[in-house]
């Protein structure tokens, strides 16, 4: 039976991990409903895959590792959105975008935690409430994200959320990864695949166009396994949907793969860089391209493109989204 258990770290705080009997130990913490670590048997050590930093205080200085993004992940464009007739103005955090809901989203919050067990699996619900106007979004919504871990060695993050009011919501987990254990080397040579035919096309700011681009004899056609490389990606694919799993990451060394199903339209793959290079996190220092964030999600931009689905949530309709994360190993 999957295990829940509640500690106190010197630099992190209180920390819910949960354990399955084949040692799998998947770790989160209240502070942005963040994925912590992931710590997976192999070759006898523990390789823990998600890269993130051991104090709380460096996961407040740079926000995103590991954390729940919202109300919008992504970017709203020139920091602003029409809804029932209403324009809405949001915080122009980045390049005069809102970049994942402002300075004050989300992933700063301290949730409310409660852990859970039971036969099938164990782990933990994190909750938040926001107030109506919050970073200039309307209504009053309560979110609920979970981690569950099973006995297959799968974990769940399941989002769910009602609002008072219509308003929008595109929430995902920012967790990063590399299958080595080691942020210390490049995620060149892992191996990767993505059931999408297209990716939605991006302006030099990274926010979205409405359009869609064939990823066939492009760097984003990884439709067919194979090795990241070079390749730098800050990219929303669109998902078909059409296999067992979406996206499938395997290690080098081919002894660890994550297989990754989710209930969103798309998953935005971001390749850490020059810019993050030096930090040192938990498994060691980031190097170039030491890490790559699989954020399930809704594609950015569909507050402004209809085309692309819906961000609308209200009293009648309310959020719901699931991504499961399979280990093998």
Known sequence: MVKITVETREKVGTIYTMTNENGVQLSAIAHGARLYECLIPVDGTKRDIVVGYESLEDHQRTRYYGATIGPI???????????????????????????????????????????FQTEEEAGVAFSYETVDGEGGFPGNIKVTVTYALNEENAFRITYEATSDQATILNLTNHGYFNLTGEASQAIDEHYLMVDADYVAETQEDTTTTGEKIAVTETVFDFTNEKQIGETFLDTPFILNHGLEEDLRLVSPDRKVTLAVKTTEPGIVLYTTGAGEAGEVMKTGTLVHHGSIAIEAQGIPGTEKYPQFGSFIVDAATPYHAETVYHLTF
């Open 73 to 115: 992940a992504g970017r709203i464009a020139q920091a602003h959105f029409e809804l029932e007739g209403k324009t809405y103005h949001t915080e122009p955090n980045e390049k005069g975008n809102t970049l994942h809901g402002g300075s004050h989203s989300f992933d700063t919050k301290e949730w409310a935690a409660t852990p």
